[in-house]
Structures are given as structure tokens and as C-alpha cells.
């Protein structure tokens, strides 16, 4: 069974930084696209930033210039630094990968999500 497990996030003030991981371990044949995405009160979950396995990247416009997705192909992880935090990027943060399994058809998996509150 594939799992998907984020850390790093945390309790950080406005203009601080944090550093998300996102490792999946299972039955795993290759992954292609993995990405984060987020999710406040009262609003739909909406795209952080994407990454495909070749390393092309779409971010959402309000992170650009201060978010960067990345991945560890040999370790199976995707990672998000966030400088220059603000407020409204308080979020519960979700990974997300689309994994081909030996076994199975490929599929998209879903993180437990991690907690990022940013203070004014």
C-alpha cells in the first residue's frame, strides 16, 4: 500500500520560513506529478505548487517569488520552502502524488495534510 506522510509545518511569524517534506513509501514503480496544496477555513483546497518528474514546475500566483517546490526522485520526496511568510497563507497543507504501483494502474494519493499558522 502506498502512504504519504507530510512534516514540517508549524507556528512561524510573518515574513519567517518553513520547510514542508512530503515522503511516500509502498509499493511504488514511479511517480510522476507530486504537489501541494492547501486548504483555510471557509475556502475550497486550492493548488500550491506542482512538479512533474522531470522537474517542470506550476506554481499558484500568490506564492511565486517566495515558494519552491522540489523532489528527491531516489528518495521518493517532495519538499516546499516558504519564504517570506504571510498571514493568509495560514493553511492546513496537503501532499499529493500521482503514483504507478507494480501492481496496480497509477493513482492519485492524498497526504494526512500539515498544520503551517502564520502570526501577524
Known amino acids: 500500500q502506498v502512504q504519504l506522510v507530510e512534516s514540517g509545518g508549524g507556528l512561524v511569524q510573518a515574513g519567517g520560513s518553513l520547510r514542508l517534506s512530503c515522503a511516500a513509501s509502498?509499493?511504488?514503480?514511479?511517480?510522476?506529478?507530486m504537489g501541494w496544496y492547501r486548504q483555510a477555513p471557509g475556502k475550497q483546497r486550492e493548488l500550491v505548487a506542482t512538479?512533474?518528474?522531470?522537474?517542470?514546475?506550476v506554481y499558484a500566483d500568490s506564492v511565486k517569488g517566495r515558494f519552491t517546490i522540489s523532489r528527491d526522485n531516489a528518495k521518493n520526496t517532495v519538499y516546499l520552502q516558504m519564504n517570506s511568510l504571510k498571514p493568509e497563507d495560514t493553511a492546513l497543507y496537503y501532499c499529493?502524488?500521482?503514483?504507478?504501483?507494480?501492481?496496480?494502474?497509477?493513482?492519485?494519493?492524498w497526504g494526512q495534510g500539515t498544520q503551517v499558522t502564520v502570526s501577524s
Open positions: 499529493n502524488a500521482d503514483i504507478q504501483g507494480w501492481f496496480r494502474r497509477s493513482s492519485y494519493y
Open positions: 509502498g509499493s511504488i514503480a514511479s511517480i510522476n506529478n
Open positions: 512538479i512533474t518528474s522531470g522537474g517542470s514546475t
